[in-house]
């Protein structure tokens, strides 16, 4: 499938300007039709879309990369927060953990309380996350895609692309909250 804009002179006295025109062609002839209309109208008129798609698939595939890496950032700066969070926490609890201590609540016990108080904050970060997550991602395939590039992408939640994510945030919390409610219980210090 060739592009192109061409002029041209119909039939009739006035003439006719074609913005765009648009053919279809055998793959092997593509390349002689090319070279053919390239001559007659001049190569910088005339495209192949299956090279432009070819083109505009591998800038897709390098900005698609680099949203992975910063995704990946991202996720290591978030990590990093909780667990300095839940750290704070923590320490701010060993006065209390120490009275519990001394009033016949056991070591393990103790973690427990710590490590279910890590996962209920995961779970309350997961459940807060997931509708905003959804939020941003309508805003984008609605607003700023047509905005910036003149198309959009319907959105479409697939449950597996919310419920992976949210299990590995949880999971997350629950390894973030392991080490300082271990040292907030069983040291009794953070």
């Not at 005339?46 to 991202?74: I, P, Q």
Request: proline fraction near 5%.
């Amino acid at each position: 499938m060739l592009l192109g804009s061409f002029e041209g002179t119909g039939t009739g006295s006035p003439a006719i300007r074609w913005h765009r025109v648009s053919i279809l062609a055998a793959p092997e002839a593509i390349p002689r039709l090319t070279a053919v209309l390239s001559e007659r109208f001049g190569a910088n008129r005339v495209s192949n879309r299956s090279a432009v798609r070819e083109l505009a698939m591998a800038v897709f595939d390098r900005t698609f990369a680099v949203s992975r890496s910063l995704t990946t950032v991202a996720l290591l700066v978030a990590a990093v927060g909780l667990y300095a969070a839940l750290t704070a926490l923590q320490a701010g609890r060993a006065p209390e953990f120490r009275l519990l201590s001394a009033v016949g609540h056991s070591r393990a016990g103790l973690w427990r309380l710590a490590l279910s108080e890590a996962v209920a904050l995961g779970g309350i970060a997961v459940f807060a996350a997931v509708p905003l997550g959804i939020v941003m991602a309508w805003v984008l395939c609605d607003f700023v895609n047509p905005a910036a590039f003149g198309w959009t992408i319907d959105l479409q939640v697939v449950p597996s692309s919310v419920v992976v994510p949210a299990l590995v945030g949880l999971a997350g919390a629950v390894a973030a909250g392991a080490f300082p409610a271990y040292r907030a219980s069983f040291r009794g210090q953070v």
